[in-house]
C-alpha cells in the first residue's frame, strides 16, 4: 500500500490532501470539510470521486469570528469504469485574489469543461 502524503499546507489558510486521510462522507464537499474542523483550515482534497464546496461559519452574536471551507475537486475518470454512481466529474480552480484563495469547482460537461467568463474547453 502506498502512504498517503499530507496534510500539506499549500496556501496560508489552506490543506491539500488525499481524501483516503479523512473519514468520507456522501455528501459532496463534506468530506473536506469535516477535515477542515478537524484541521481548523481550510481543506481541498482528492479521491473523493465527489466535486462540491460547503462553508462552515462560527461566532456569537452577530460577530463571525471564523469560516471554514472544504472542497473536494471530482474526478476524470471514464464513467463505465466508476463504481459509484454518487459520483461527480469535474475540476477545480484556485485563483489568488488579494491574498486570498478563491476555490472554484468547475463541473465537466459532455465536451468539457466552461470556465467563468470564458468559453467551453
Not at 19 to 45: E, Y
Not at 60 to 72: A, D, F, H, S
Request: glycine residues 14%.
Amino acid at each position: 500500500m502506498i502512504p498517503i502524503a499530507g496534510p500539506y499546507e499549500f496556501h496560508p489558510g489552506w490543506i491539500a490532501c488525499c481524501g483516503d486521510a479523512l473519514r468520507l462522507d456522501q455528501q459532496a464537499g463534506l468530506t473536506a470539510l469535516n477535515g477542515a474542523k478537524r484541521f481548523g483550515k481550510n481543506v481541498i482534497c482528492g479521491h473523493t470521486h465527489r466535486l462540491g464546496k460547503i462553508s462552515y461559519s462560527e461566532g456569537y452574536e452577530q460577530n463571525i469570528t471564523r469560516t471554514l471551507t472544504g472542497v473536494e475537486v471530482g474526478h476524470l475518470s471514464d464513467r463505465r469504469h466508476v463504481e459509484s454512481s454518487n459520483s461527480q466529474q469535474g475540476i477545480a480552480i484556485g485563483e489568488v485574489v488579494d491574498g486570498e484563495l478563491i476555490v472554484t469547482p468547475i463541473p465537466a460537461r459532455r465536451k468539457g469543461f466552461r470556465l467563468p467568463g470564458q468559453l467551453a474547453i
